[in-house]
């Protein structure tokens, strides 16, 4: 029961110092005058994805690599199913309002190329280096779409778009006020990521199950949190443009960034169960995506009810 609870409190403890590291880190950037483009393509994004980079390297310094790789691929998983699920459960995404064909497909690509890489055996400095190369074309095609809108539209907009959404954002914050929430983002990621692979890693051995089954369920519900909350709040004000993206450009960091940063501290071997079964639902996953991005048609209360069904069967059988 303790290793549970300390697992809890290493998964908030990651939530809290992950969201104070954004914090710090988008407000100091718009008070040394970075512009807000820049801050919201790269520093959110990363920030965004702190602990599950953080709780990867954790693992692989533990010497628990299932966990690293079963969070990663869960989350993608999670995402899909559980994060667009549950909200159009409580109100319909209207989907069919936005456009996200483009980063849809570049996700789609992110996960056969992962995919393909994992069937070398082990994700190595060669892999992290081609997913890197990938996650900074992805970027620079962001930054010039951006570019390019911010002329159409004209100088009015030229910080508004890029801040509107941004909760974090507020460049009249105070340098010490910055300073806090860098520190307290710096000092409990890591924390809270030791905490969370230790006890996680102390629940497999308890109840006979692999580290890779941890990550893939616990860790990996844990720390979509975040994608959930906001995910429920686009539902709720009919923003299915920010669920949807959010989702998508979630997944893709996950593949690219979290995993080719992690080579850089050990290798990652690659668990044949990932080869044969976890891989391909979260491709799958990704795949059902397609009729609400093509086609045009809303995840209604149906399609959620379906989406979280479908994620609670693959919870299932991981635990069976």
């Given amino acids: 029961m303790t290793a549970w609870l300390y697992s809890g409190l290493g998964l908030l403890i990651l939530l809290l110092a992950g969201d104070a590291l954004v914090r710090g880190a988008v407000n100091l950037s718009l008070r040394l005058g970075v512009p807000a483009l820049i801050v919201s393509l790269t520093i959110v994004a990363f920030g965004t994805s702190a602990p599950e980079l953080l ?6 310094k533990e010497n ?9 691929v869960g989350s993608n998983t999670a995402n899909i199913l559980l994060v667009l699920g549950l909200p159009a459960m409580l109100a319909t ?20 190329l992962f995919i393909g890489l994992a069937f070398c055996g082990v994700f190595n400095l060669v892999s992290g280096a081609i997913l890197l190369t990938a ?29 509107e959404g941004l909760e974090e954002a507020d460049p ?34 308890e109840y006979g199950v692999s580290e890779t089954v941890i990550g893939l369920t616990l860790i990996a519900v844990g720390t979509s949190l975040p994608e959930l909350a906001t995910t429920v709040m686009a539902a709720l004000r009919r923003q299915a443009d920010v669920a949807l993206g959010n989702v998508i450009g979630s997944n893709m960091f996950n593949l690219l960034a979290i995993i080719g940063i992690t080579t850089l501290f050990g290798r990652i071997p690659v668990d044949g169960e990932f080869l044969r079964f976890d891989l391909w639902v979260m491709l799958g996953s990704s795949l059902l995506l397609i009729p609400f991005v093509f086609f045009k048609k809303d995840i209604t209360r149906v399609w959620g009810f379906i989406l979280t069904l479908l994620y609670m069967i693959y919870v299932v059988s991981l635990l069976a």
């Fill in 55 to 60: 709780i990867a390297i954790s693992a692989i």
């Fill in 64 to 72: 628990a690599p299932g966990i690293a790789l079963g969070n990663v």
């Fill in 93 to 112: 995404l209207h989907t069919s309002e936005c456009d996200s064909r483009k980063n849809y497909v570049f996700m789609l690509l992110a996960s056969v």
């Fill in 135 to 163: 996650l900074a074309l992805v970027l620079t095609n962001a930054f010039r779409e951006a570019r390019a809108h911010r002329k159409a539209c004209g100088e009015e907009c030229e910080d508004e778009d890029e801040l």
């Fill in 172 to 205: 009249n914050m105070p340098y010490w006020k910055v300073a806090v929430y860098l520190l307290l983002g710096l000092i409990g990621l890591p924390m809270g990521a030791h905490l969370l692979v230790d006890n996680a890693t102390v629940i497999a051995r």
